[in-house]
């Protein structure tokens, strides 16, 4: 019941009011009018009537964490959420409804959603994307707000356009964001069963193919292997057909698509079309019949049923396509079926070898070698050498119709002269099997240049012999004796192996025994043992061990019985006439001074004591010297330190002798091992008479080897026989080159100079 509008039964609804103006409810921005003051109150503040306020505030606390925008904060984060709808079916006695699944995607980054359906095969209806990413609105009555993370949960209708979906799961990192958030996670629910479906599944039971349907989905397998390709080399072997031989493959299998191309090595001159392609890409079918079907006999499908017509809504099964050659069957030594041709598998390149490694973990890649039957060799006939020019120029004659010098400039370059090294051989020689007795005293020098393999004989002039020296055979090459001149082989020429010591060679009708060979020979034949035999110290060493494998104790008696001293050393000419008596028979001479050499001591020889002796005997008989008696005296005086040591200090002995003997000369001395000699020729200087041309000479006294009376003059022979034990047990060869200098500073000689020491 209402009260009448009458004083004292109304009440005054604006007392306390300060505000009665109106609310901004209308605006004009660019040009167009809109409505602004949905949500202001109407006079005074107060709402208006069926007006509701939306809250303005969210009803979760405010999180902890960054200030940064949401576009930052929570870029690339989305919320997945499976759900599905229900649609009806009108007109069908099947089914009358059907369960839709879709996925729901929430992008926190500006809350837009899109929902996706999945495609089903057989579905008969659109699928895909069914809303397109966007912010969606609520349903009626807020559809001025849009749907934000707060109304998505488990187990709950969510309606997208008057389309009711049902959320049933999502997935873990939806869960774990709602509960960060403070939602309640619900449990995930069931999904119906659709009869469409269910009708679907029974039908295919059903049907029961014979084989599975074909399904040809390369897709990822051309993404995976686009350009990777193995190769493998091998063979058909067609020996057996009219005019066939073996043919040279490349297999290239294409991982992209599983398919096999073939192509053919075609050698040069081959009589063969220059067409490589052997098979075309292609899959390679396994098991091919003996007898290949004709065209269209085999196809690529094989139809199993059809249900209905062709293009019109109609169904075939097809059946599955025969086995096909793949990766895991091809491998080296393996033999493929190409359509009838046997194709072997010999081996494979690097690619190829590192993919097997890592799929199938082979380790072993042994390629196979392929055995080629090889035609008869027609050996191009030579016309014989006409005598016009060299058999070089009459050869290059019939090969081309200009000829032209040919020639090794590789091995011409690698053994021409480089600085002090020549390249060059040389041997002594001398000429054997002459009946002129004059020719057998004849001294040769045969040079073999190694960057033409030419040689030249050289013969050392000689006076007084009768036999005019200098160039004995031009340089050239030598050919070997006994060959017909007239032939269309070509002559044999000397090589460096040819020449040796020992070695006897018939060179343009002279026959040379080569006898020695100079140090650089020598040293070359050495250094380079692969291509010398007769210098490699190796094959010596073990030829001789097999000879005289039961001689060794007797060979070591013969080697101890040489050396008198007990110290290891044997001369020369000792140790070769040893070696000559064991294996004469077995060794050349150049082996044995190989072995000579590979066991001589290097070290600079001495001096020969008549050497020195001659060259002091010459030099006081050029410059008469008679004032020994001082010079011992002298020389005594200063040696008061150790007496009768005979050793003094170099300036000591320069200040004492100044006698003209010249600086070579004296140099010479100091290289003797004993110097003693001249203290006793000193003291036997009252017992020496004199001969003619001569002041002095120089008596052995106890000389136990041969006199060298024809090396300088006839008064020279070897005293160190003579001399007393004191002198011969000094072995200073310092003191001895002090004293001689010494002494020659001392006598103030003429010529000789004071501060150099040499003579002027």
Not at 299 to 310: R, Y
Request: proline content about 6%.
């Amino acid at each position: 019941m209402t009260l009448p509008l009458l004083p004292g039964n109304t009440f005054n609804r604006n007392l306390g009011k300060e505000k009665f103006h109106k609310s901004h409810h209308f605006d004009f921005p660019n040009g167009v009018p809109t409505i602004v003051g949905d949500e202001k109150p109407g006079i005074g503040g107060e709402p208006l009537v069926g007006q509701k306020l939306k809250i303005r505030h969210s009803v979760f606390p405010k999180g902890q964490g960054t200030d940064a925008p949401a576009w930052v904060a929570f870029d690339k984060q989305v919320l997945n959420f499976q759900a599905y709808f229900q649609e009806a079916v009108q007109e069908k006695r099947e089914e009358r409804y059907r369960i839709r699944k879709v996925k729901i995607y929430f992008y926190l980054e500006d809350d837009t959603i899109q929902v996706i359906e999945p495609e089903v095969k057989n579905s008969g209806i659109p699928q895909g994307t069914l809303i397109r990413r966007h912010r969606i609105p609520l349903p009626f009555p807020n559809e001025d707000m849009y749907y934000t993370v707060d109304h998505f949960n488990i187990n709950q209708e969510i309606v997208f356009y008057s389309r009711t979906f049902m959320i049933t799961d999502c997935d873990a990192f939806t869960k774990n964001f709602l509960r960060k958030m403070g939602a309640r996670v619900n449990p995930p629910a069931c999904v119906p069963e659709d009869p469409y479906n269910e009708k679907r599944e029974e039908l295919r039971k059903n049907m029961q193919p014979l084989r599975p349907y074909e399904k040809l989905d390369t897709l990822r397998q051309f993404l995976d292997h686009d350009t990777h390709v193995l190769r493998f080399y091998g063979y058909w072997d067609d020996s057996e057909t009219m005019f066939g031989d073996l043919r040279e493959l490349v297999l290239h299998y294409y991982l992209a698509d599983d398919t096999i191309e073939i192509r053919e090595v075609i050698l040069p001159n081959s009589g063969r079309d220059a067409v490589s392609i052997f098979l075309h890409r292609s899959r390679l079918p396994k098991h091919v019949p003996e007898r290949l079907p004709h065209p269209g006999e085999i196809t690529d499908h094989t139809i199993l049923n059809v249900f209905g017509q062709m293009g019109h809504a109609g169904r075939y099964i097809l059946d599955g396509l025969k086995e096909m050659y793949k990766d895991s069957d091809l491998m080296i030594g393996a033999v493929i079926n190409v359509w009838g041709r046997k194709v072997v598998i010999c081996d494979c390149d690097e690619f190829t070898k590192e993919y097997y490694r890592n799929k199938y973990g082979i380790a072993e890649f042994t390629p196979i070698k392929i055995k080629s039957k090889e035609g008869p060799k027609i050996e191009k006939e030579i016309a014989p050498y006409t005598g016009f020019g060299s058999e070089e120029d009459s050869l290059n004659s019939t090969l081309k119709m200009v000829p032209h010098v040919q020639r090794n400039m590789l091995k011409f370059m690698e053994n021409d002269r480089q600085g002090l090294d020549g390249n060059v051989l040389r041997f002594s020689a001398r000429m054997v099997l002459d009946s002129n007795p004059i020719n057998s005293e004849r001294k040769f020098v045969i040079s073999y240049f190694l960057n033409d393999d030419t040689m030249s004989i050289f013969e050392p002039p000689i006076s007084n012999s009768g036999v005019v020296g200098g160039k004995f055979l031009e340089r050239g090459k030598i050919k070997k004796p006994n060959q017909e001149l007239f032939k269309s082989e070509p002559s044999q020429y000397f090589t460096v192996h040819d020449l040796f010591i020992g070695a006897k060679l018939c060179l343009n009708g002279h026959s040379f025994l080569l006898v020695d060979a100079d140090e650089y020979t020598l040293c070359y034949m050495e250094k380079h043992a692969d291509e010398f035999l007769k210098g490699n110290i190796c094959s010596i060493l073990s030829k001789l061990k097999t000879i005289n494998n039961d001689k060794s104790l007797e060979i070591k008696r013969m080697f101890a019985a040489q050396d008198f001293g007990s110290c290891g050393i044997i001369r020369y000419d000792q140790f070769r006439d040893i070696l000559l008596e064991i294996a004469q028979e077995h060794f050349t001479p150049h082996e044995i001074m190989t072995i000579c050499r590979y066991y001589s001591i290097r070290e600079q020889p001495g001096s020969d004591l008549c050497v020195v002796l001659a060259l002091v005997q010459e030099q006081l008989r050029k410059h008469p010297f008679e004032d020994f008696t001082k010079l011992t005296q002298a020389f005594t005086f200063e040696d008061h330190v150790q007496p009768w040591r005979f050793m003094l200090p170099e300036p000591e002995v320069q200040r004492r002798w100044r006698e003209p003997i010249r600086r070579p000369s004296v140099l010479f001395i100091l290289n003797c091992r004993k110097f003693a000699l001249i203290q006793d020729l000193m003291s036997e200087r009252q017992s020496i008479s004199v001969t003619q041309g001569h002041r002095f000479k120089i008596v052995c006294k106890r000389s136990k080897g041969e006199v060298r009376r024809t090396f300088f003059t006839q008064r020279v022979v070897r005293i160190w026989n003579a001399l007393p034990e004191r002198v011969v047990e000094v072995d200073s060869i310092t003191t001895f080159k002090n004293v001689v200098d010494g002494y020659l500073r001392r006598m103030g000689l003429q010529g000789y100079g004071e501060r150099t020491g040499e003579w002027d």
